[in-house]
């Protein structure tokens, strides 16, 4: 676990985002990222019966609508342990391999510092 103070401010903030998107919409999870200009995109699950994403997945399609061209880090609050497969390569489809990626519970506690490898 990481203390989220420890964490830089601007990464912090995309916790903070995420955790609020969560909050406020009552979403399984909420997410958010940054792109390469600072700009941050905030978004929860998506689940309609004929479109289903997760919160990263829509940040990262938020981000590339917006017209971002590439991605400095992206953050997850969620219930499970880890930023699963398919979140990961949407990250690294626009950040890159070594973009971080954090995964915080509810409580906004960083469980996992990884990168979309």
């Known amino acids: 676990m990481t203390d989220s103070n420890a964490l830089d401010p ?4 995309i916790v903070t985002l995420a955790r609020s998107v969560r909050a406020r919409n009552g979403v399984p999870e909420g997410a958010a990222v940054r792109d390469e200009t600072g700009r941050t995109y905030a978004a929860g699950t ?3 019966d004929s479109l289903r994403l997760s919160a990263l997945q829509t940040a990262v399609a938020m981000a ?3 017209g971002a061209k590439s991605l400095e880090a992206a953050a997850v609050v969620t219930e499970a342990e880890s930023a699963a497969a398919e979140d990961l390569a949407a990250v690294r489809d626009l950040g890159g391999p070594a973009a971080p990626v954090l ?6 506690t960083v469980r996992v510092r990884t990168t979309a490898g």
């Open 10 to 13: 601007e990464d912090r903030k």
């Open 46 to 48: 998506v689940a309609l």
């Open 64 to 66: 590339v609508a917006s």
């Open 103 to 108: 995964v915080a519970g509810p409580d906004g």
